[in-house]
Every structure is written in C-alpha cells, then in structure tokens.
C-alpha cells in the first residue's frame, strides 16, 4: 500500500500561456512564483512552492502530483507500482526542478490519467503574496476523470491509502487521504482528464464576494454558489482559459475518526446530489392545505 501524503500540483499544459496565467492571477488569485524557467509559470497558492504549473504547450493536464513521505517511501512506490505490473517512470532532473521537488517518478492511472508521485516539495518561507483577495488559504482536492469510477476507486484503494469518504452513485468517488473529507475525486466521463482543481477560502464571504467579482468580470460560472451535502462546503465552480476548470471552497468537513465514517451513496439523479441549495423544481402535489385564521375553529367560549 503507497501512503499518499497529499496532494502536491497540478501541471497543465496551455496553448496560450499569458492569458492563462494573468487568469491565474488576477481572477482566481494564485501567486505568480518567478520560476525563472521559459515557457512554465509556476502558481503559488499556500507554503508549497507552487501548486498550479501551467506549461506553454498542448492544451491539457499534464499531470497531478501527489506527496509521499520522503525519497526511501518513493523508491518502495516504484517496486509497489512495478510488482503491479505499472511501470513508473523517472522523474529527471530538470523535471524535478520544473516541479520543484527533490524526486520523482511518474505512471498512468488504468484510464491514462498522468499521475506523479514525488518526494521533498519546496516550500516557501514566505508569506503568499495573493494576486487578489480571493481569500484562498491552501490547494483543497483535485478531481480526475474517468470512465469507470467504481473501477477507479479500486485502483486508487488497493494501491494507495485512499479511502472512500462519500459516492455520487457511480458518477463520482470523493477519497481521503488524511482527515480531510476528500484530496482526491474521481468523476465520470468519457476518458482521462482533469475535472477541476480546488482552492480553499477562509470564509463563506470570500465565496459569494468573488461569485460577484467573477460575474463582474465575465468569467463563466459553471455552477454555484451552492453547498455540496458531501462535504458540507459552500462551493463555487468557474471556468478559466482552455477548459480549466476551477472550485473555491468553504467549510470542507474531516473526517477524524476512520473506525466510525461510513460513506454514503447519494443519488446523481437527486437535483440536490451535488448542491444541496437545490430543492425540488415543483412544489409538492400534496401541499399541506393552508389553514387561514378565518377559518380556524373559534375557540368556543369557555
Ligand atoms: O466538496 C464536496 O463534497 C464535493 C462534492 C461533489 C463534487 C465536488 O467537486 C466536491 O468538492
Ligand atoms: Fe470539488
């Protein structure tokens, strides 16, 4: 079993590299780190160096990162992985600095999802300097894609220490890797990709002000704000340039006792699965009759 530490990056990859990073910058807030590297802007969110790399090139994820504890914990990933018959491959060395990591190595997921495993991240001892007060206050999850989502959970339980806090049916698996309700989902779809990237605000306004801004400023709301009856969080989705997608967050539950959680199956056709705010579309046929005080038994003079 490999033990995830958490969550490291994001690294996509962007045909129009200026346009996403002053996206990245000044609508959704992230730190431009100078990685002094042509053709890669790095994105700081929170201590780690950089948790969105956005790479000059073929529009696409590239890959998502995952922490492990240190470089002996990488090299048993790579036997583990290989004894799975997943070839891991290398991270070389000017890979390893373009991440920001002391180590790496990297293998495709069953569905061609890109996923790195990489030990010694940077962090930075300063202070993030947030392009805007989005009130970001870390990287939350990632979500990927995939075809068979039940068939993923698999890979990611059996292989990893990833465990399932909450189903959307068969459409999503929402995985922890520490008390944190989810680092991790997997959503349905076609093929591999990236679903969106979730940043964490430190407060319930610090939604509902950038859903004003982000209108303000013509971004396309994709859903939200709304609240997710998984996780409990107060969610806002948007999409940047080249399809990416991207969730801020409020108020994302943990789960500190493994023993006691049982995950739940919510119902993707319930309107409510994914944001709870949404009640029913009609009201109920049986609508309690409205009683009128005219009507009301007079209380009978005693
Ligand atoms: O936070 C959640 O619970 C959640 C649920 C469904 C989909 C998501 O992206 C989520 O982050
Ligand atoms: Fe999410």
């Not at 180590?103 to 300097?129: C, K, Y």
């Not at 995939?146 to 990833?162: G, K, L």
């Not at 610090?206 to 859903?223: A, K, P, T, Y």
């Not at 107060?234 to 940047?240: H, K, N």
Request: hydrophobic residues 40%; aromatic residues 10%.
């Amino acid at each position: 079993m490999i033990e995830l530490t958490d969550i490291a990056y994001v690294r996509s990859g962007v045909a129009d590299l200026a346009t996403a990073t002053e996206f990245a910058t000044s609508i959704v807030g992230l730190e431009l780190v100078d990685g002094g590297e042509p053709g890669v802007a790095h994105l700081r969110a929170d201590s780690a160096h950089h948790r969105l790399a956005l790479v000059e090139g073929e529009s696409g994820v590239i890959a998502s990162g995952f922490t492990v504890a240190d470089e002996e914990a990488l090299a048993a990933a790579e036997t583990a992985l290989e004894t799975r018959g997943i070839r891991a491959a290398r991270i070389d060395p000017y890979g390893c600095r373009s991440r920001r990591v002391r180590a790496g190595i990297g293998f495709d997921d069953p569905f061609g999802n890109r996923i790195e495993l990489v030990a010694g991240q940077h962090s930075l001892a300063t202070p993030v300097n947030y392009s805007r007060a989005a009130g970001i206050t870390e990287f939350g999850h990632l979500c990927v894609d995939a075809p068979d989502v039940r068939e993923a959970y698999r890979f990611w339980s059996s292989t990893f220490n990833a465990r399932v806090s909450d189903w959307i049916g068969d459409d999503a698996c929402l995985m922890r890797i520490n008390p944190v309700h989810h680092k991790l989902a997997v959503f349905a779809a076609d093929g591999p990709g990236l679903c969106h990237m979730n940043f964490q605000v430190a407060a319930i306004d610090d939604i509902f002000r950038s859903w004003h801004f982000l209108v303000e400023q013509g971004v396309e709301i994709e859903m939200g704000p709304g609240r997710h009856p998984q996780s409990g969080a107060v969610f806002l989705y948007f999409q940047g340039p080249e399809g990416f997608t991207y969730e801020y967050s409020y108020g994302v539950r943990r789960i500190e006792d493994d023993a006691t959680w049982r995950p739940r199956v919510f119902d993707p056709a319930e309107r409510g699965s994914i944001d709870m705010w949404l009640g029913p579309t009609s009201r109920p046929t049986s609508q309690p009759q409205l009683v009128t005080t005219s009507e009301l038994p007079l209380r009978k003079a005693t």
